[in-house]
């Protein structure tokens, strides 16, 4: 599964790299824009990882609880 997310990450940060990049004209900008775009794709994923991992171990000691 960590595989996959990783796979993921890098396409999903690298069709933000291309549409970013078609959207500037200016190569400077371009260059600026799409590499804080394809730095913070993988960041992001990771955080919403985490988030549904806390939620899904929420869930069970809930479920645990109340057995």
Known sequence: MPILKTL???????????RLSRAIPNPMLRYAVVTAATAMAPMVARRFSAAMQ?????????RLALA
Do not use: D, H, I
């Open 54 to 62: 806390r939620r899904k171990l929420a869930r069970t000691e809930r």
């Open 8 to 18: 993921a990450t890098g396409l999903a940060g690298r069709t933000a790299a291309r």
